[in-house]
């Protein structure tokens, strides 16, 4: 079955860095489009970071500069580095896999980022 799982968060504090990993099984990874998605208590999930299928990239100005995105398709895993981490990343980051010719938007259970002193 369709797995995205995600791993790597916690607290750190600000100006920390973090990476989070999101390994996936049971689709074609190589052919998605992976997202990082982020969620922050009574805040609307916003797009973070996505690469494509070409390891193009593209990021939420509020990221810009401090976060990258990357891909290992060998290894089915997307990750993002986080740097100068603020207390506004604070939230939880979801991993997400997209592939619209084949209708496919798969989703991972997230992983909780606190940046806090």
């Known amino acids: 079955q369709v797995q995205l799982v995600e791993s790597g968060g916690g607290l750190v504090q600000p100006g920390g860095s973090l990476r989070l990993s999101c390994a996936a099984s049971g689709f074609t990874f190589s052919l998605s489009v992976m997202n990082w998605y982020r969620q922050a208590p009574g805040k609307e999930r916003e797009l973070v970071a996505g690469?494509?299928?070409?390891?193009?990239?593209n990021y939420a100005n509020s990221v810009k500069g401090r976060f990258t995105i990357s891909r290992d398709n060998a290894k089915s895993t997307v990750f993002l580095q986080m740097n100068s981490l603020k207390p506004e990343d604070t939230a939880m980051y979801y991993c997400?896999?997209?592939?619209?010719?084949?209708?496919?938007?798969?989703w991972g259970q997230g992983t909780q980022v606190t940046v806090s002193s």
């Open positions: 690469i494509s299928t070409t390891s193009r990239t």
């Open positions: 997400n896999a997209r592939r619209a010719s084949v209708g496919q938007n798969y």
